[in-house]
């Protein structure tokens, strides 16, 4: 597995890497591993490494924010406040931090599924779960989760 202790650089390094031709087969050639599960562990990582970073922490607070916030007052997409609001730019720099873990890991993905850390990220922010390392964690993911997440000793 690569090396995640420093992740500076991320955007530059996933930018030089989707404009080579290595990239560009390698997101276009994971379009065919449609139901892949995604490592456990790998998962776990993602969620840590976007909860330690500053910026990825903000932005994943603005999305749980926006969420809530639309909930609460019922907006629809096509609704002007939405629009306003809705943290575009959030949402484009956790999208592309997942494809830059993706590519730097790297694991074999449907590029939908690698959502399921965003999704446990906001689950402990919002306190459904207070770790992701422990029995009771396990049992939450595989239960809500088993779809996106393949533990040891399971085939992905």
């Known amino acids: 597995m690569a090396d995640f202790d420093d992740i500076t650089g991320w955007r530059e390094e996933l930018a ?13 050639g994971n379009k065919r591993y449609g139901g892949i599960k995604v490592p456990y562990e790998n998962v776990v990582q993602m969620v840590e490494l976007i909860r330690g970073d500053e910026e990825l922490h903000e932005a994943l607070r603005k999305k749980i924010w926006f969420a809530a916030y639309a909930e609460k007052h019922d907006l629809e997409v096509h609704d002007d406040e939405f629009v306003e609001l809705n943290p575009l730019e959030a949402h484009d720099t956790i999208i592309d931090f997942r494809k830059w873990y993706l590519m730097k890991a790297p ?9 399921v850390a965003t999704w446990l990220a906001i689950d402990l922010e919002e306190g459904r779960l207070t770790s992701l390392r422990t029995e009771q ?3 939450f993911i595989k239960e809500n989760y088993a779809r996106y997440i393949s533990f040891p000793g399971e085939e992905t």
Not at 16 to 28: D, I, L, N, S, V
């Open 16 to 28: 030089a890497f989707e404009k080579t031709e290595e990239g560009r087969a390698f997101f276009a």
């Open 107 to 115: 694991v074999r993905f449907d590029k939908r599924d690698m959502i």
């Open 137 to 139: 964690a396990r049992d």
